[in-house]
């Protein structure tokens, strides 16, 4: 069974420009969290696709969206990139959207550095 | 909304004594999940122990247990045995909105196993 899987592993950004990252679930998981870990601190919640549609949010701008495809991989969109957004970005994939209250697997993040 | 505080940056103690780490949490909610995840430097988020709100028995996983204290609002996580495995970044985190509501985490406690 593969696990979650993110990429890139690293990249690195101009301020004002716009990144995508990847993620693939867990085999049979359709639910999928996204979250920034900046440094030194724990992560936060950025929001979550079940069935490809945003089932929760936490607080962060319109700037940051996603979109989750039929297979039930997803990606993260990061337009105008601020300093601010360096940071280690995490993926979650849940079996269900039940389950992601008490069930979710990580993937090992991208770190990204905007310069 | 829902908090996790970990009072602890950092602490070290030598290979197979025993440790614990400490947590407290405000939500309310009266049914939630409590965790503790850990983040080696791969940076991988990785499940050590979960803990459901409603069951007052607390939470064992092999070395690691936690002790469970729901009117103080404690979730403390009792390593016994330590290992330099145990060498990482370690976060507690909370779910009490239902997984729309995603994970909220700790700033992290950094435990360094001494040989």
């Known amino acids: 069974e593969t696990g979650v899987t993110q990429s890139p592993t690293h990249l690195i950004k101009t301020r004002g420009q716009q990144v995508t990252l990847r993620c693939s679930s867990q085999s049979g998981h359709n639910t999928v969290s996204w979250y920034q870990q900046a440094l030194g601190q724990g992560p936060q919640f950025i929001f979550q696709y079940y069935r490809e549609e945003e089932n929760g949010r936490g607080n962060f701008p319109p700037r940051f969206s996603g979109l989750q495809f039929p297979n039930y991989s997803s990606e993260l969109n990061v337009n105008a990139l601020e300093l601010d957004d360096s940071a280690l970005y995490l993926c979650a994939s849940s079996p269900d959207l039940g389950t992601s209250v008490y069930e979710q697997y990580f993937g090992p993040g991208t770190r990204l550095t905007v310069t | 909304a829902q908090t996790v505080t970990q009072s602890q940056p950092e602490m070290s103690v030598q290979e197979a004594e025993t440790v614990t780490l400490s947590c407290t949490y405000d939500t309310s909610e009266n049914n939630y999940y409590l965790f503790w995840y850990k983040q080696p430097p791969s940076r991988q988020m990785i499940l050590v122990i979960r803990?459901?709100?409603?069951?007052?028995q607390n939470a064992t996983e092999n070395r690691f247990s936690v002790n469970f204290q729901k009117a103080a609002k404690s979730f403390s996580l009792k390593i016994s045995d330590s290992q330099l495995g145990d060498t990482a970044m370690y976060f507690c985190?909370?779910?009490?909105?239902?997984?729309?509501?995603?994970?909220?985490f700790g700033k992290g406690t950094h435990l360094i196993i001494q040989p």
């Open positions: 985190a909370l779910n009490s909105g239902g997984g729309a509501d995603g994970l909220t």
């Open positions: 803990q459901e709100a409603y069951k007052q």
